[in-house]
């Protein structure tokens, strides 16, 4: 099939709360200083349940930017319904080419799976060059872990991800500017979607309808929980630094 699920729609489906979303956060915030975390931006939003469950945990102003601007719809309903609209801001934007100048925030997030046909390098970059010196980036990104045939790299790319070697995101931040890099994976186990077709396939219906439910069954979801099973393919949490003299 050709694949239309957006990037929001699509980790709705495959990383439910509770089990899998959550816990990456919650190691994100060991890795971190979270209560320290200053006024942030985070880049991949999507339709912002992340950004509002770090927020009520560690009280950071928060920008969120995302190129959907259904996600970004998403967001601003999600935050109008706390009590965080002082702290909590969304918008639409091309993550490639930040509207911001340059050191004007102490941390930034970039999760890249909700982002589709976009340099990450150019990404990256942008990231170090709105920190503020040694404000920290953090960069949740798909990784290869072991080589990949040809065939499942365009089904992954296919479902929007672009996975690099680990060892490729790090030579990225270094490039962009960032120190001290650290390195995690995201899911102890390895596994950062949900177990279970069915499962996957009642999620899809809910989020999507007959469309949600049979892209469960498509060749390029198949091929994904078949790699991440495999240890073939992962998700990395990369923290660092910006360095002072950028």
């Known amino acids: 099939m050709s694949f239309r699920l957006s990037p929001s729609i699509l980790l709705t489906i495959l990383q439910p709360w509770t089990e899998i979303v ?89 999760h890249t799976l909700y982002m589709r046909d976009v340099d990450f390098e150019a990404v990256l970059k942008e990231a170090v060059r709105v920190l503020r010196p040694m404000g920290n980036v953090v960069v949740i990104a798909p990784s290869w872990l072991q080589k990949p045939r040809e065939q499942d790299v365009k089904l992954i790319a296919s479902l929007g991800f672009s996975p690099r070697l680990t060892v490729e995101w790090k030579g990225h931040l270094r490039d962009a500017g960032a120190v001290e890099l650290t390195v995690e994976e995201a899911a102890k186990d390895g596994i950062w979607f949900a177990p279970g077709l069915l499962s996957l396939m009642v999620r899809g219906w809910h989020a999507a309808g007959w469309m949600g439910a049979r892209a469960m069954l498509s060749r390029e979801v198949l091929a994904l929980r078949r790699l991440v099973r495999k240890r073939v393919l992962g998700l990395s949490i990369l923290k660092g630094a910006s360095w002072p003299h950028n």
Not at 41 to 59: A, E, N, P, Y
Not at 76 to 100: C, G, I, M, W, Y
């Open 22 to 110: 959550e816990p990456i956060y919650k190691r994100v915030a060991q890795m971190v200083d979270a209560k320290n975390w200053g006024e942030t931006l985070w880049i991949g939003c999507g339709t912002g349940r992340s950004v509002v469950w770090w927020v009520q945990k560690f009280s950071s102003i928060t920008q969120g930017l995302d190129p959907d601007p259904q996600a970004v719809e998403s967001a601003e309903a999600r935050v109008r319904a706390t009590d965080l609209a002082k702290v909590v801001t969304f918008q639409v934007a091309d993550p490639s080419n930040l509207p911001h100048e340059d050191h004007v925030f102490d941390s930034v997030v970039v």
